[in-house]
T-cell receptor, first 122, second 117 residues
Framework: GAVVSQHPSWVICKSGTSVKIECRSLDFQATTMFWYRQFPKQSLMLMATSNEGSKATYEQGVEKDKFLINHASLTLSTLTVTSAHPEDSSFYIC??????????????????FGPGTRLTVL | AQKVTQAQTEISVVEKEDVTLDCVYETRDTTYYLFWYKQPPSGELVFLIRRNSFDEQNEISGRYSWNFQKSTSSFNFTITASQVVDSAVYFCALSEIVGTSGSRLTFGEGTQLTVNP
């Protein structure tokens, strides 16, 4: 249990276009989802935290108008990179936390990670 | 604010050597969790271990072992008889409870482990 998927796994787009990345919890209800960004040879940096049905909370320095996060259901959160530029090229990883059948999901308040989406902006 | 430090940026060993990855953390909370993750070249994070702040018992899982020392705020990870497949970036992370139902995960900078044949 506790599987998180992301789609697409990789995407290439032209500068100025918008890209949407989906994050789904497959076997549990994700009350909270997190979005991270990882540049090459760097660590994961938390971008924002979203709770189902409410607005996302963004970390300092992350532009909320550029990185739109929607957490409309208990199994889906989306990250839209608007007007993408080459400097937005990165590896985006989501994680989810919530309730479900699997004991480890609720017992340890743990985040479960998706496989990541590699974004390249030309 | 919480902080995780992995002082070793890169480690290179020869296969079958033992290797220890260091992790030092800072937090003001008395209740927290510590994690280790492996990130192979594919990018997907692989969960290795979780330890809560009240459990200082060391753990061994196959070739992996972890040493949690609360007195020195360290949570070190040792791979015994390393193998080429162990080559990856390893992250130490600290989770603290935020509010009534939230948690915040802070990652260290990661250690790139290369195991040469």
């Amino acid at each position: 249990g506790a599987v998180v998927s992301q789609h697409p796994s990789w995407v290439i787009c032209k500068s100025g276009t918008s890209v949407k990345i989906e994050c789904r919890s497959l076997d549990f209800q994700a009350t909270t989802m997190f979005w991270y960004r990882q540049f090459p040879k760097q660590s994961l940096m938390l971008m924002a935290t979203s709770n189902e049905g409410s607005k996302a909370t963004y970390e300092q320095g992350v532009e909320k108008d550029k990185f739109l996060i929607n957490h409309a259901s208990l199994t889906l959160s989306t990250l839209t990179v608007t007007s993408a530029h080459p400097e937005d090229s990165s590896f985006y990883i989501c994680s989810a936390m919530g309730t479900g059948v699997a004991r480890e999901v609720t017992r340890y308040n743990e985040q479960f990670f998706g496989p990541g989406t590699r974004l390249t902006v030309l | 604010a919480q902080k995780v430090t992995q002082a070793q940026t890169e480690i290179s060993v020869v296969e079958k050597e033992d290797v220890t990855l260091d992790c030092v953390y800072e937090t003001r909370d008395t209740t927290y969790y510590l994690f280790w993750y492996k990130q192979p070249p594919s990018g997907e994070l692989v969960f290795l271990i979780r330890r809560n702040s009240f459990d200082e018992q060391n753990e061994i899982s196959g070739r992996y072992s972890w040493n949690f020392q609360k007195s020195t705020s360290s949570f070190n990870f040792t791979i015994t008889a390393s193998q080429v497949v162990d080559s990856a970036v390893y992250f130490c992370a600290l989770s603290e409870i935020v509010g009534t139902s939230g948690s915040r995960l802070t990652f260290g900078e990661g250690t790139q482990l290369t195991v040469n044949p």
